[in-house]
């Protein structure tokens, strides 16, 4: 398994929003528990939920 599709791998790379394309800030501000324990991040612009790797979490 690759580290982009672990919940417990690190980044410390800067993050873009897939659908709008925006950097998020280095210093996040959790929205929700799960972005408090596992990391993450919502796009201030568009309003996109992201991991912390920037791929977009689909709410089902």
Do not use: H
């Amino acid at each position: 398994m690759s580290e982009q599709n672990s919940k417990w791998g690190l980044n410390l790379k800067v993050v873009m929003c897939p659908k709008c394309g925006k950097e998020q800030p280095r210093v996040r501000r959790p929205k929700n528990l799960r972005q408090a324990l596992w990391g993450g991040y919502t796009c201030e612009s568009c309003g996109t939920e992201m991991d912390k790797f920037g791929k977009e979490i689909i709410k089902k």
